[in-house]
């Protein structure tokens, strides 16, 4: 079962921030979320994380609601370079069994920056 | 600099052989992952391991098997390839899970069967 939902595509303005949503209704309390992206072929490459305080680093910016229910990733001046497939995955922070979880991915969105 | 190396970036094999992928991290990483990617079906996690011997199943482990005998590398088998494993196949380490950190991916192998 997926996680998350995000769209199946979007669009952008290059110099405009580019906004990409991902719905994650079933999170638990334990878990991170998580956004990567996949430039064409290239590896899946880490953007950023967060539980539920906002995140910025120098790629991006991660805001998730306070329900933590939904999250939205911003790159806040999109670049052509920033075409790409995007996404949004939860992972749990500890396995009190020990183990690990499979990091499991979805489908992802497709962003595409235009001129 | 941080790396996963994936033996072969480009693969032809035929139907019916045994097929070995192979994956090494060095970054002493405790978790591996192995994945296919097909158009519109995003990454699919086949199996992963979180310690040297350990294996778990993930979505598709059908027709795949693993191999974990030390710690820095993961292979994935194709015990009798078939024309459907034809794909991106797609390599990652990351460290324990409770440190939340993240994932890194090797560049991945285009295996053909024919």
């Known amino acids: 079962d997926a996680k998350t939902t995000q769209p199946t595509s979007m669009d952008c303005a290059e110099g405009r921030a580019a906004n990409l949503p991902c719905n994650h209704s079933t999170i638990s309390g334990n878990e991170y979320v998580y956004w990567y992206r996949q430039i064409h072929s290239q590896g899946p490459q880490y953007i950023i994380h967060g539980l539920k305080n906002n995140e910025t680093n120098e790629m991006a910016s991660l805001i998730i609601t306070e329900d933590r229910k939904s999250s939205t990733l911003i790159l806040p001046h999109a670049t052509l370079r920033d075409t790409a497939v995007y996404y949004c995955?939860?992972?749990?922070?500890?396995?009190?069994?020990?183990?690990?979880?499979?990091?499991?991915f979805g489908k992802g969105t497709h962003l595409i920056i235009q001129p | 600099d941080v790396k996963v190396t994936q033996s072969s970036r480009y693969l032809v094999k035929r139907t019916g052989e045994k097929v070995f992928l192979e994956c090494v991290q060095d970054?002493?990483?405790?978790?591996m992952f192995w994945y296919r990617q097909d158009p519109g079906l995003g990454l699919r996690l086949i199996y992963f391991s979180y310690d040297v011997k350990m294996k778990e199943k993930g979505d598709i482990p059908e027709g795949y098997s693993v191999s974990r005998e030390k710690k820095e590398r993961f292979s994935l088998i194709l015990e009798s390839a078939s024309t459907n494993q034809t794909s991106m196949y797609l390599c990652a380490s990351s460290p324990p899970t409770g440190m939340n950190t993240e994932a890194f991916f090797g560049q991945g192998t285009r295996l053909t069967v024919v």
């Open positions: 995955i939860v992972r749990v922070g500890f396995l009190s069994g020990g183990g690990a979880d499979g990091l499991t």
């Open positions: 970054m002493d990483h405790e978790n």
